[in-house]
């Protein structure tokens, strides 16, 4: 077994994911099959990132400023709630 074998239905919270470092590590672990929240302050940096990511990928998106703690909060609830405790 792999090591992209053992992340498959893993989650992966992202911030930064709307560009750069962040867009890839959003596709990489797309690639292993894992479960996507991603955040960003650019919605439509998100929205490219989403077209990006392999047709079947479990992923969604907020519009997150990391700087603001309840935001970051609001981001681990909604997902916990999306994904539960995985």
Do not use: H, W
């Not at 792999?2 to 596709?27: C, H, K, M, P």
């Amino acid at each position: 077994m792999s090591t992209l074998d053992t992340l498959n239905g893993r989650v992966a919270v992202i911030t930064g994911a709307g560009s750069g470092l962040g867009r890839e590590l959003s596709l990489l672990c797309a690639k292993a099959g894992m479960r996507l929240a991603l955040a960003d302050v650019d919605v439509a940096g998100l929205d490219t990132t989403v077209s990006l990511l392999p047709e079947g990928t479990e992923a969604f998106t907020r519009q997150v400023d990391v700087s603001k703690p309840e935001a970051v909060e609001a981001l681990c609830d909604a997902t916990y709630v999306s994904y539960g405790a995985a």
